[in-house]
């Protein structure tokens, strides 16, 4: 469907499509990830395995993000499709109660209870109404910010490797 300025309208079903599908990968929702994406999805992040390719890796490193969040919700904020490729704008929100994992993933965050709305951008291919390759690029920064796990001055620096210490002596459970 072309739109007045000659550019081609963005279909609600391609919109909900990615919010689902960011949705299922922020709340670690491997069966709602495996729902929105082709057998063959290629998933390109820059910060977290560069390139995941195939369903089964997808869904595997959606489900290692289970329990980190609650409450999760992505709004789409703007979008445009060209071709079989749609380019959206979102904000998601929600809650950290779990671990986060950095890096070699034996690294651990504790958990905070704290809220988070960040913003993020991703170009998406669709085929036959499932997501075949993203292109996702999430404000990593923001979210450690705002879930206070950024240490910007000695003070701030004691205080998050004593909620460390806590959570890790403490049993390592999983907020509420």
């Not at 007045?4 to 309208?9: L, M, N, S």
């Not at 709602?32 to 057998?39: E, G, K, Q, S, V």
Request: glycine share 10%.
């Amino acid at each position: 469907m072309l739109a007045p300025d000659g550019g081609t309208t963005v279909e609600q079903a391609d919109e909900r499509l990615v919010a689902d599908f960011l949705t299922a990968f922020v709340a670690g929702d491997a069966d709602a990830m495996a729902a929105t994406i082709t057998a063959d999805c290629v998933f390109h992040q820059p910060r977290w395995p560069l390139d995941t390719e195939g369903r089964a890796a997808i869904v595997e490193q959606t489900r290692e993000s289970e329990g980190r969040f609650v409450d999760v919700t992505v709004e789409i904020e703007q979008s445009v499709a060209s071709g079989d490729r749609i380019a959206v704008q979102t904000t998601a929100s929600g809650r950290n109660v779990g671990p986060l994992r950095m890096g070699d993933r034996d690294r651990e965050i504790a958990p905070t209870g704290r809220r988070f709305a960040v913003p993020q951008f991703g170009i998406y291919r669709i085929e036959d109404g499932k997501i075949a390759e993203a292109w996702v690029l999430a404000d990593a920064l923001g979210i450690v910010e705002q879930l206070d796990n950024l240490p910007n001055s000695p003070g701030k620096m004691a205080e998050i490797a004593l909620r460390q210490l806590r959570w890790r002596f403490g049993g390592r459970e999983r907020l509420v």
